[in-house]
């Protein structure tokens, strides 16, 4: 049932597809037995949240601690094990990491540097292995913006 007062079922047996908005639902579950006694009904919380990947188009690490690195929101949580590629304008890897729930790509962010040096402001094209059932992968650009002084 989706109401408290459990009037009007959404479903019966053993398995029940939820609903898949975003946000919190509550579902009021009974149970009857094979003599037909109706158990008291329990609540089940199913919780969607939206897990988009946000793929920033610019850094700026300029030590200001805003934007300082390439931050792809959600990624780690929708695609724990992708792969990450940045290159530069001849098409040389600069940036590569491998993606594992004990190397997230989160704790491990391009911050516009490659061997510990920062490359020089201009774009630099990336592609995202998701790595998900469908082999997936996404590509597009990414910029290194810095203030002239």
């Given amino acids: 049932f989706d109401d408290v007062s459990m009037i009007t079922p959404i479903g019966t047996g053993s398995t029940q597809d939820a609903y898949n908005a975003i946000g919190t639902t509550l579902y009021y579950v009974d149970e009857t037995s094979d003599e037909g006694c109706v158990g008291p009904p329990t609540v089940v ?6 897990c988009e990947v946000i793929i920033p188009t610019a850094i700026t690490p300029d030590g200001d601690m805003m934007n300082d690195d390439w931050e792809i929101l959600n990624l780690d949580v929708a ?8 290159y530069n304008r001849w098409g040389s890897i600069v940036y ?44 597009g650009i990414v910029s290194i913006i810095l203030e002239d002084n």
């Fill in 45 to 50: 919380t199913i919780i969607f949240e939206d």
């Fill in 79 to 86: 695609y724990p094990n992708s792969v990450i590629y940045v």
């Fill in 96 to 139: 590569k990491h491998n993606s594992t729930n004990d190397g997230p790509y989160d704790s491990n962010r391009w911050d516009g540097t490659f061997n510990g040096k920062l490359l020089p402001i201009g774009s630099y094209y990336w592609i995202i292995e998701y790595n998900d059932k469908d082999e997936t992968s996404e590509n």
